[in-house]
């Protein structure tokens, strides 16, 4: 039985709204703010289900442009990658209640997969095998990857997802029935800020030491993948597919027929970063390394175009 719009609409609004029932404060590192953050994860579940969404029927200029963009074999490479990393990591941690957590996570990446296998599906798009990958030996490993490619990832997915809805550029209808997943994205990518923030609290000084080390590594590894250089550092394909990971930086031409330079992206991803958080209780952690370096790049970017601007405008001395 389908749900009704009431319904959906109900589990719409838990999926983006949560508040810890008490007023007290949630120190990180402790057993609260763990609670917290796993309890949210598990009442912000949202119950859609791939196989009763309906993809709008879309007149051929649509259908052009969306069977045109160059992202989909990567999308469900990454979905694939990421369930599997997500699921190896839950089952290897001892505490009952991240482990928990991020399984369902996991779980929630493989749903991703199946709703992007049913659109190429239902439109015709033509995806290429998937490449063979193996799980990294080490799970920690493989979800810190995978938990920073999607804080990057997400917070430019919401930019462009915005660009498309403003743009007009897709029907209103398939923007509208592609939200609940880029919504999900934003409470995977604040649950990894919270088990990371809690799991670095409680580490000794060595083992931060080695862990912070760690951290940089994988910083590294995904700085290499987007400029094409990364090889098997994350243990996983020794080659890697010929797919283009910076489409989430770059991809503004493709949701939309203006031109919007890449400050001007930022500002919009900034804006609708802040705005998918807040609606979930103040005291988890967001994410914070990609907006940080995002709101530099804007400051700098402003400075340089009002100094351009005062050297223009400058009459010549001779």
Known sequence: ??????????????????????????????????????RMFHDTFNPYKPSVIEWPKLEPEALERLTSLPIWDIAVNTETKARARMIAYGESVDDAAWRE????????????????????????????PEPPDRLPADPEWGYLVTGYSECIDSFFAFGLFEVARRSGYFPPALVDTFEPVIQEEARHILLFANWLAWHRKRLGPLRRIRFELRVARAWIFLGWERIGLARDMDGGSAKKPAVDNNFTLTGSKAVSDV???????????????????????LRLL?????????????????????RSADKAMKPETF
């Open 286 to 306: 967001r994410p914070t390394t990609t907006p940080a370096l995002a709101r530099l790049a804007v400051r700098l970017g402003r400075l340089f175009r009002r």
């Open 1 to 38: 039985m389908s749900p009704t719009i009431d319904e959906i609409e109900a589990a719409d609004r838990r999926a983006r709204e949560w508040q810890w029932p008490t007023a007290e404060p949630l120190p990180i590192g402790t057993q609260q703010h763990r609670d917290a953050a796993c």
């Open 259 to 281: 031109d919007i330079n890449p400050l001007d992206l930022m500002v919009i991803c900034l804006s609708e970063n802040d705005r998918r958080f807040a609606g979930y209780d």
């Open 101 to 128: 957590a991020i399984s369902r996570n996991g779980w929630e990446e493989g749903r991703h997969k199946e709703v992007l296998a049913n659109l190429v599906s239902s439109y015709g798009i033509k995806l290429a």
